[in-house]
T-cell receptor, first 115, second 111 residues
Framework: DTGVSQDPRHKITKRGQNVTFRCDPISEHNRLYWYRQTLGQGPEFLTYFQNEAQLEKSRLLSDRFSAERPKGSFSTLEIQRTEQGDSAMYLCASSSPRGIEDEQYFGPGTRLTVT | EDKVVQSPLSLVVHEGDTVTLNCSYEVTNFRSLLWYKQEKKAPTFLFML??SGIEKKSGRLSSILDKKELFSILNITATQTGDSAVYLCAVDKDSNYQLIWGAGTKLIIKP
């Protein structure tokens, strides 16, 4: 396994369009996390899944953002009606089944630019 | 002015000890408080707390929020050297989605 993968790596979209990103975690990692990172800021937690169950989500996901992990493997993050403020790096991470204090392995991220 | 204050700023203990990290806040329109662990890379999520008095627990880590006294604690029991990190506290307030971060507590676990 080569690690966490994300697709696409870069996405340029016009304001108002919907976008969807995909994350494939390390196989057998049952926890999957989504973060958003803007310039000059640390990653901000969006949501996490344990298997297919979404256990926590930040307030941001109650608006135009939604995430799914239907089969407990890959996950998708969708942003509807994109705004220029959504431009950021979207990071996915996964961790082992042994516990939340275990290390999270990050993917390369999807850089979103909204024009 | 909104602020998040963590204490202590640094802490050195021996493996096996129990530690308690503190985070107090003064934030208008509080929504939730988050704990992160940062090692060499980006901070990784630990807990999100929105309700007072409900302990969240995962393995040797636990956290609780007191919305009346405006603080949260993060407990780590039976510490291991791998727990050495900076522990960050952040508060989400009811405005545009932007976290207010504490300065962090640097925890060093000696073998």
């Amino acid at each position: 396994d080569t690690g966490v993968s994300q697709d696409p790596r870069h996405k340029i979209t016009k304001r108002g369009q919907n976008v969807t990103f995909r994350c494939d975690p390390i196989s057998e990692h049952n926890r999957l996390y989504w973060y958003r990172q803007t310039l000059g800021q640390g990653p901000e937690f969006l949501t996490y899944f344990q298997n297919e169950a979404q256990l926590e989500k930040s307030r941001l996901l109650s608006d135009r953002f939604s995430a799914e992990r239907p089969k407990g493997s890959f996950s998708t993050l969708e942003i509807q009606r994109t705004e220029q403020g959504d431009s950021a790096m979207y990071l996915c991470a996964s961790s082992s089944p042994r516990g939340i204090e275990d290390e999270q392995y990050f993917g390369p991220g999807t850089r979103l630019t909204v024009t | 002015e909104d602020k998040v204050v963590q204490s202590p700023l640094s802490l050195v203990v021996h493996e096996g000890d129990t530690v308690t990290l503190n985070c107090s806040y003064e934030v208008t329109n509080f929504r939730s408080l988050l704990w992160y662990k940062q090692e060499k890379k980006a901070p990784t999520f630990l807990f999100m707390l929105t309700s007072s008095g409900i302990e969240k627990k995962s393995g040797r880590l636990s956290s609780i929020l007191d919305k009346k006294e405006l603080f949260s604690i993060l407990n780590i029991t039976a510490t291991q050297t791998g727990d050495s990190a900076v522990y960050l506290c952040a508060v989400d307030k009811d405005s545009n989605y932007q976290l207010i971060w504490g300065a962090g507590t640097k925890l060093i676990i000696k073998p």
